[in-house]
């Protein structure tokens, strides 16, 4: 899918007019207003990386966005005006240990509701990830998260914010962009990605505490977030993974928008499997029966784990299968032994591994957040010695629908990517992120490619609801 704009305007890119087009960008030659010289049309070609040296992010000196006075509305009776706050101030933190996980997490619960909790905007899943260095300077994520507060120094909204020195991590692909920087001779990197680090799940990015004046809020919050990427000298922030609200509300200031794709299952009042079964059409639901037979005809056994179940040795063996996956697939890992660790102390119950054993020995296990109304799919892997057929389907999708049947919860969010899981009863849903380039020619090329790349995404999502797994009928 590609998009091409001309880069020839009255007020010109920096990094138009300096820089020769390259071979890779070149498009069509086309002319302009611009003194009568010709310039080739960038193109945004594919969403797939090459490789760039970056710079090393730099450091913010001044860590203040500065004091905000809030207005009142004339509607608004004497008792409100009274307990609204005059004054927020807005900060930036180098590490989110410097807020308390009291002050985060009332924040991060206002923002969803305690129906719809996000374990991973919690402070217990965003410090395991600072404190066991998955997330940090050196693995180029450096946390700039976004605090603000009253004139009593009261916590009312957070945002998790990290300067990066690469798109790794992410799952929103924008390499072809960073390459569109570099093939005009500027720099993509660093750049700001407000997000939960090397997690495809959808929640708000901007977390504020419930009040009368939180709309206002949120306007300051999103203003000071632009300033702060003229500020530091960024080509960009990126909010990934953002809710369909925020999504919306962040068009109106000034964010590109995109959609993306992911496979969810979805819980129909459902009283055990076999309810869901009759569900699927009857060659699907067969073919669902047959892969979980091959479980036990393996000798193998299937153990949910949660909270004081998961002892360290599970978290060993489990760093052990994750290596086996990173290294087959990606050839790094993002997360350390430590983080495991850490997730299993914070996070006490909200966390489920799914583990399979032959005999006395673990061989597999899928890691899952538990939320207010879902289940989360994060991570598997197996041992390496030997291939389990269908082990891979049980433990990251069966097994996970029978704890969202068994714990009444709403859907189970299987991760990104996969046209497998249509099958297996995982259908398409949108994700959403929002854009903001400070090189008005880059932003506008940017945009036509998102249109055109929403249209595609809106097509595919309906193909596959058309021709989807369940009976006629089933919504």
């Known amino acids: 899918m590609a998009v091409a704009a001309s880069v020839c305007n009255r007020n010109a890119s920096p990094f138009i007019g300096r820089f020769p087009p390259p071979p890779l960008l070149a498009g069509k030659t086309q002319s302009g207003p611009c003194g009568g010289r010709s310039f080739r049309a960038f193109e945004v070609r594919a969403l797939f990386w090459r490789s760039n040296k970056s710079l090393e992010p730099r450091e913010t000196v001044d860590l203040s966005l500065g004091d905000y006075t809030l207005t009142t509305s004339g509607a608004e009776d004497v008792s409100t005006a009274k307990s609204r706050p005059k004054q927020i101030s807005l900060s930036v933190v180098s590490s989110i240990s410097e807020v308390s996980s009291s002050d985060w997490d009332a924040c991060a619960l206002d923002a969803t509701g305690p129906e719809k909790y996000n374990p991973f905007l919690s402070h217990g899943f965003l410090s395991s990830l600072e404190e066991s260095n998955s997330a940090v300077k050196e693995t180029g994520w450096m946390p700039r998260h976004i605090v603000t507060k009253d004139e009593s120094g009261t916590v009312i909204g957070v945002v998790p914010l990290y300067l990066k020195s690469h798109s790794y991590g992410e799952f929103v692909f924008d390499h072809s962009w960073a390459d569109a920087y570099y093939g005009y001779g500027s720099r993509y990197y660093p750049k700001y990605q407000c997000c939960v680090p090397f997690t495809p799940v959808t929640g708000p990015r901007i977390l504020l505490r419930d009040s009368l004046y939180k709309d206002q809020v949120f306007d300051i919050v999103v203003d000071a977030l632009k300033n702060l990427v003229v500020k530091s ?48 059409k009857q060659n699907k639901r067969k073919n669902i029966r047959q892969e979980r037979k091959k479980i036990s005809a393996q000798n193998l056994t299937m153990k949910r784990l949660r909270g004081n179940e998961i002892k360290a040795k599970h978290w060993d063996s489990f ?80 097994q996970a629908i029978e704890a969202a049947i068994e714990l009444n919860l709403r859907s189970v969010e299987a991760g ?36 055109r790349e929403a249209t595609q995404v809106k097509l595919v999502m309906k193909l596959i609801q058309d021709s989807g797994p369940f009976k006629e009928g089933i919504q």
Request: charged fraction near 20%; charge should be negative.
């Open 233 to 280: 000298q960024v080509s960009s922030v990126h909010i990934t993974f953002s809710s369909e609200n925020e999504w919306h509300n962040l068009k109106e200031k000034g964010f590109l928008q995109r959609i993306g794709m992911q496979y969810h299952w979805r819980n129909r009042n459902y009283t055990c499997f076999d309810d869901f079964l009759m569900d699927m």
């Open 319 to 398: 760093y052990t299968f994750y290596r086996n996956t990173t290294d087959n697939k990606w050839g790094s890992p993002y997360l350390t032994r430590e983080f495991f660790h850490n997730l299993g102390s914070k996070m006490g119950d909200q966390v489920l591994l799914v583990v399979a054993e032959e005999g006395d020995e673990l061989v597999a296990g899928a890691l899952n957040l538990i939320g207010g109304d879902a289940i989360y799919g994060r991570l598997w892997g197996c041992h390496s010695r030997a291939y389990y057929p269908s082990l891979h389907f049980e433990a990251c999708y069966y």
């Open 416 to 451: 990104a990517q996969g046209e497998h899981k249509i099958q297996r009863g995982y259908m398409p849903v949108p994700t959403y992120s929002c854009h903001y380039l400070l090189d008005e020619d880059f932003s506008k090329a940017i945009e036509e490619f998102v249109v």
